[in-house]
């Protein structure tokens, strides 16, 4: 009889410590229903072009892209494309894919982000091990600051033929009135203008540009930016349509919160999937 008693003792305890489970992430749809990683994979899958939302130092969402990147290259003809490196270093890029140059050499002819080696260079190398081209897409930055510190769109106007050949086709579609670009001002207060959201419509309209440029009919084409380039279905998105309404377009995005078993108010409807974190999630950097 004691021996029963501690055995149910023991499972009591493990049923106890198995329903304290902690999770680091869950995912959402739009509507703030939680779903599984494998809807989320077969709903992306269906689709020609995927924006993934990240916050650039959250391991969870880097870990999510590695993990998306493997298992849609499985099964459907892969583009890859990110916000992290600039369009005038698709050379280097290329010639690194190619196996024409190595890490240093990459390092030495492209600006890569700090946080390259941990967060970015794996789908890199997975792009480069199978043979997956992969696209700079952003704006080089010192023109983006050129448009935010040298009055707007016409600072553009001095750049030579060939450093135009790495931004959005001149002139850019631009509607300051979108939520997402009037929240820039409301964020920065003091420090933000309509030059600054000008800044961040270049980079959009150039992502977009590059990623319809290099997009082949019977591909997906998976995109990561800063989830603010993408979420509530603006910015590169906005953008994209623009241009092409035909294509089917998917977004995922990216949040934290203090507790993660419900979705927030103010974080439903972002994209059509929404990756939520713990906020205590140990950072990149």
């Known amino acids: 009889m ?5 055995a149910l ?4 305890c493990a049923i106890s410590a198995f329903g304290q489970k902690k999770s680091a992430f869950h995912i959402y ?6 779903v599984s990683y494998n809807k989320l994979l077969k709903k992306v899958k269906k ?9 650039h130092n959250n391991p969870i969402a880097h870990w999510l892209q590695l993990e998306l990147t493997k298992d ?8 890859l494309g990110a916000e992290m490196f600039e369009a005038d270093n698709q050379e280097a890029m290329d010639k690194y894919l190619q196996g024409e140059i190595d890490y240093k050499g990459l390092d030495s002819l492209a600006r890569l982000w700090s946080n390259y080696k941990t967060d970015y260079a794996p789908i890199v190398d997975f792009a480069k091990a199978n043979n997956i081209n992969f696209i700079a897409t952003n704006i080089p930055r010192r023109f983006a600051n050129l448009v935010f510190k040298n009055g707007g769109f016409k600072a553009l106007d001095q750049l030579s033929p060939k450093e135009k050949e790495w931004i959005a ?5 631009f509607v300051p009135d979108l939520p997402q670009y009037k929240n820039i001002l409301t964020m920065m207060g003091e ?6 959201v000008k800044a961040q419509a270049i980079k959009d309209a150039t992502m977009a540009y590059f990623i319809l440029k290099n997009y082949e009919s019977g591909t997906t084409f998976l995109h990561f930016n800063g989830a603010y380039h993408s979420d509530f279905y603006e910015g590169v998105l ?10 089917n377009y998917i977004t995922i995005t990216t949040v934290e919160q203090k507790n993660i078993s419900k979705l927030q108010k103010e974080n439903k409807g972002r994209a059509d999937f929404i990756i939520c974190v713990d906020e205590d999630m140990t950072k990149t950097y």
């Open 47 to 55: 689709n020609d072009l995927i924006l993934f939302g990240e916050l």
């Open 72 to 79: 849609l290259h499985e099964t459907n003809k892969l583009i």
């Open 191 to 196: 420090h933000g203008s309509p030059d600054l």
């Open 2 to 6: 004691k021996y029963n008693v501690i």
């Open 238 to 247: 906005w953008h994209l349509k623009q241009e092409n309404d035909a294509l």
């Open 9 to 12: 003792i023991l499972i009591f």
């Open 29 to 34: 749809n739009k509507k703030g229903k939680k």
């Open 169 to 173: 086709p001149l002139p850019i579609a």
